[in-house]
């Protein structure tokens, strides 16, 4: 009963345009014509690495970076997610945040049961304490938790922290975001036994330079982690940076 007054009161939206879900296609994450455009990243036209569209191979953003990782997957184009995130990001609603989470999970076991198979822990890229206090919720801690709790992986929220403050890297450029972000995590210590010679999936909801993904896999990889594979809701292609 409960569940039907919330349907009602806060009927589902299309999780790319916004537009209401009719009730019996409620638990669908897009309307019909959103469907209609394959939205999931997939197939032999997007970049190995970090999923923005290219003609083949790997796109220059990840050519010249050089990452620490070697693969990573992001779910949606993030042109299509932009008002979605940024409504859950800035007002803290929940129930978003957990659809967005199903759709993760839907995408990794639909498009990556291979690489699924390889994993066996999901972590987040840490929020500083001084936001979380601002915000009230972390919402990649929510998008990585419901990835977890769906497709049966434990969830470790402490193997990174950050060291410091830094400013919003949407508000940067380039080689600003890079300084803006050197050292600024840092592994727990004692780092757990448990985490050391994993295979990790590190989530975060955007993937836009692919600077917050590098950092956390560089100290990831030096606290004893055997692999990284970074995990992003949507990724921004180079030209839409
Ligand atoms: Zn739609
Ligand atoms: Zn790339």
Do not use: W
């Not at 009719?22 to 190995?48: Q, Y």
């Not at 003609?55 to 990840?62: A, F, K, T, W």
């Not at 050391?196 to 993904?213: M, Q, R, S, Y």
């Amino acid at each position: 009963m409960k569940r039907l007054f919330l349907d009602i009161c806060f009927p589902a939206r299309c999780l790319c345009c916004g537009k209401v879900l009719p009730f019996a296609h409620r638990n669908d994450f897009f309307c019909k014509r959103c469907a209609e455009k394959h939205l999931f990243r997939t197939g032999e036209h997007i970049c190995s690495i970090c999923g923005a569209n290219v003609y083949n191979g790997n796109c220059l953003r990840c050519k010249e970076m050089k990452f620490s990782f070697s693969r990573s997957i992001s779910a949606l184009p993030y042109g299509c997610t932009r008002h979605t995130i940024h409504r859950f990001k800035y007002t803290g609603y929940d129930k978003k945040g957990i659809r967005l989470g199903h759709l993760m999970a839907y995408y990794l076991k639909t498009y990556h049961a291979d690489l699924l198979l390889e994993v066996d822990a999901v972590t987040s890229v840490p929020l500083h304490p001084k936001k979380l206090r601002k915000r009230g919720f972390d919402q990649v801690r929510i998008l990585a938790e419901t990835v977890a709790e769906e497709l049966n992986l434990p969830y470790m929220s402490n193997l990174l922290y950050r060291t410091r403050h830094t400013i919003a890297q949407s508000k940067l450029g380039g080689a600003a975001r890079r300084s803006n972000l050197a050292d600024a995590f840092a592994a727990v210590v004692p780092f757990p036994e448990t985490a050391k010679g994993k295979t990790i999936l590190l989530l975060d909801d955007i993937f836009t330079t692919g600077t917050t993904f590098e950092e956390c896999t560089k100290v990831l990889l030096a606290a004893g982690v055997k692999e990284v594979i970074p995990f992003a809701l949507a990724t921004a292609s180079p030209h839409e940076d």
